[in-house]
């Protein structure tokens, strides 16, 4: 029987790589969970360090919005897992790693609904399934050059949100349309 690697939160092997998302998330109803992009994990620490000189907040939800997107985001990277297998996550108060790619991939959905009006994260989360994850990891690559800082809510990072919350498309055509929307392209009817 092969072995188990081992794994902490959603997929993070820090003798892989140490570069991973840390999603703090708060003990209050009415505090705000931070998504970090770090290059540096402490080994045998129980809560990490957050070094502002190297570790980048990516994205800062509301505990509402976040509970609205948290089971999405353990599903498909649980599922994912599960395939490769691998421990399963799950989110709890405190820190959770999550695996770089993962990471990307929950950045993305987290910058679609950041500003939204909060009944339209069904659509986000539709639209953000019907795509793969490379397509997600080229959103959050172009998206991440352009506008990735915490406060950075232009260009890219507003057409992502209009791209994953204001274009309900049909399951047939989504990827293509969403990408075509992403890059400007004119869509055809």
Known sequence: MAERRRTIGFGFDPFESQHHFLVVIPRSNDGKVIIYERFKWQEDAEVHTIDYTIDRPKVELGKYKW?????????EFNSRLKKEKLPVGKWHIGQVPVQRLF????VLLAWA??????????TAIKNWLG???EERW?????????SGGLNDKRGWRKAVRYALTENPVEESNRQMELFDLLIGRKIDD
């Open 131 to 133: 795509l793969s994850p």
């Open 67 to 75: 509970k609205l997107i948290e089971d999405a985001l353990k599903d």
């Open 113 to 122: 609904i950041e500003d939204c009006d909060p009944s339209v994260i069904p």
């Open 103 to 106: 990471g990307k991939e929950m």
């Open 138 to 146: 080229w959103l959050f690559t172009m998206t991440n050059a352009a």
